[in-house]
């Protein structure tokens, strides 16, 4: 009966992010956010192994006050407890930092089998934090896995990588990151998402965990949206007999450019 | 065989810039890359090559001239990260490494990021270009379609860099092999099977012209359509790819254009039926010339269009497919 942690992030939901016209710098006040989608699917497989074999799922989460949304929509989605390590500073860090901070309240909970976390974040994508945790905890890794079985006190886990699929086992406890591949998330009923309003998640605080606040290891100095000048000619063909003339215009066109034969 | 002694960490002295990558075809490029960096930090390029039985690797990297440090050692078969990071740990702090870099795989940027935990250093991963004045950053992808300038204020910094960000370098004289020693425990991994990637015939990265379905495109059969008008307009450099949901969803090829999937740089890239996904965009970004044809005249995609057609792909393709050939 494993007990799994899964660590989660409440991302920035990048489709509907806006950058400023005139600097090209992302509005990030009061841009939208939502549970990462390969987050979404650490959680699943979680549950989906306490539905085969039994065992607990935490799920955990760092950031300032608007964390509490993405541990609600866990708790929705069926875990049995959330933590929650909060401060004011703590929804910037970088990736290096945050992986201390999830490492020191992992250190609190009374035991685990299997740490379970997205691969990449939706909004950052860094892909360290599974295998930072893994080093920082001592325990082996397998990243972007799109399958997971666990036999006895091993696990089994089918990766994409870029030579071909591999299968891999290890011993737990270790770090699994999961991929879009690996299953469909569920969607919480509306009675569970009414219900996941009422549970209120454990805050570890910096001091708890023994983490005091330090010099950020990588700093963003400036993010754009690059300008790529596009013509923007547009034919409507909603109509069929537009589409004749719409067609001769743009073979002219591609042959100006020298882009076909 | 030279043995790695103990060595205190001699905090802002260290200049040398080490360099690995677990796929070695990127390593080459590395170290044009590397070397650049050395002109400014004033140290040498050291490449790592680790694993077991990598020896008969190394004669390929130290052809481009420079010092190859081997650990060749039966505990690191089959790769794990933990213990690839803990070899790495051992060379930078050895061998006085300010920067380390790494070729941005999968695996690599596992290893990229154990050693930067190990170490409590600042890590960068997907770096696509470096600049070095005023002060060294590191650009990377954020918010899928967004470019993000960052600075590791630690000493020494790791980042993982993304293939092709440099050219390879000429091959030349001057390169040395030096086999080292490092204490390392087993690998905890145990590789059950692995089964390679099948070639592909059609490498979309390579094509001259793109045509990329989408899943406007309702059945597999009618890629022929979108491989017609491929043809048409490029000949043998015509290709056809697809997006993401038609490849990893519906399993119609093997693999999709976008950031998970191939960035592709075409002289002509069309885009049929694809509503546009900033992760789709940022994979086609650098193509020279963007057509873009969907009903949907609200489709993200035409944002990022040279030409637009709003239009049924089934009425559109066919017949630009027969104009193109006269």
Redesign the interface.
């Known amino acids: 009966m494993p007990d799994i942690v899964v660590c989660i992030k409440q991302s920035i939901d990048i489709e509907q992010l806006k950058f400023d016209p005139s600097t090209r710098a992302p509005i990030l006040a009061g841009a939208p956010k939502k549970m990462g989608e390969m987050d979404k699917r650490a959680v699943e497989e979680a549950l989906r192994i306490k539905g085969r074999m039994g065992g607990s799922v935490i799920a955990l989460t760092i950031g300032g006050a608007e964390v509490e949304d993405v541990m609600r929509r866990a708790y929705a989605m069926g875990v049995d407890e959330g933590y929650l390590v909060t401060g004011p500073e703590l929804g910037s860090l970088d990736s290096s930092t945050k992986i201390k901070v999830l490492t020191a309240a992992i250190k609190k909970m009374p035991h685990f089998d299997l740490v379970l976390c997205g691969a990449a974040s939706s909004d950052f994508f860094s892909w360290q934090v599974g295998p930072g945790l893994a080093a920082l905890l001592g325990v082996p890794v397998i990243t972007s896995a799109k399958k997971l079985d666990i036999q006895g006190d091993e696990l089994v886990v089918e990766c994409d990588l870029e030579k071909g699929t591999y299968t891999l086992k290890t011993k737990m406890p270790a770090v699994v990151t999961t991929t879009l591949d690996i299953n469909e998330p569920r969607v919480p009923s509306l009675m569970a998402v009414l219900g996941a309003s009422k549970k209120k998640a454990k805050v570890l605080t910096l001091e708890e965990i023994k983490m005091a606040p330090a010099k950020p290891l990588v700093q963003v100095s400036s993010i754009y949206m690059p300008e790529v000048k596009r013509k923007k000619v547009i034919f409507d063909c909603s109509e069929a007999a537009k589409l004749e003339e719409a067609m001769n215009r743009l073979i002219d066109a591609l042959r100006k450019e020298e882009v076909m034969e | 065989m030279r043995y790695v002694r103990k060595k205190s960490w001699n905090k802002g002295m260290n200049k040398n810039i080490l360099i690995f990558s677990e ?1 070695l075809g990127l390593l080459p490029e590395l170290i044009s890359g590397a070397r650049e960096v050395a002109s400014k930090l004033g140290g040498e390029v050291l490449a790592a090559v680790i694993g077991s039985k990598v020896e008969g690797e190394t004669k390929e990297i130290s052809k481009y001239g420079i010092k190859v440090l081997v650990v060749d050692n039966a505990a690191l078969e ?1 790769f ?3 213990r690839y ?1 803990e070899v790495l740990q051992q060379l930078t702090v050895n061998y006085s490494a300010e920067l380390i870099m790494i070729g941005a ?3 690599g ?10 170490l ?7 770096v696509f270009r470096i600049d070095l004045e005023p002060e060294m ?1 590191f650009y990377r ?14 000493s020494p910094k790791v980042i993982a860099v993304k293939p092709k960000t440099w050219a390879r370098p000429e091959t030349r004289e001057g390169g040395k092999i030096e086999k080292v020693n490092v204490k390392v425990e087993p690998s ?10 099948e070639v592909i015939a059609e490498k979309i990265e390579d094509a001259e ?1 793109a045509v990329i379905g989408g899943k406007g495109v309702e059945k597999k059969e009618d890629l022929e359509i979108l491989r017609h008008l491929a043809t048409a ?3 043998k450099g015509g290709k056809v790819g697809v997006t993401r949901p038609l490849a ?1 969803d519906y399993k119609w090829m093997s693999e999709w254009v976008g ?2 999937g191939v960035a592709i740089k075409p ?2 890239y069309v885009g049929v039926g694809i509503s546009g ?2 992760q789709h965009i940022v994979g086609i ?1 650098d193509s ?4 873009v044809i969907n ?1 949907d ?1 609200k489709a993200p995609l ?10 049924n792909l089934y ?2 393709l066919p ?2 497919t027969e ?2 050939k006269k």
Do not use: H
């Open positions: 796929d089959p794990d990260a933990g990071g795989t999968t695996r940027r596992d290893v990229a990021a154990s050693l930067a935990a190990k409590g250093i600042g890590c960068v991963t997907e950053t992808s954020m918010y899928a379609t967004a470019i993000a300038k960052e600075i590791i204020t630690s905890r991994i145990v590789q059950v099977s692995v089964k390679p990637k012209v307009l490029g000949g990893a950031m998970s002289k002509l996904q900033p970004r020279k010339i963007v057509v009903k005249p035409f944002e990022v269009a040279d030409y637009g057609i709003v239009g009425e559109v017949l630009l104009k193109c």
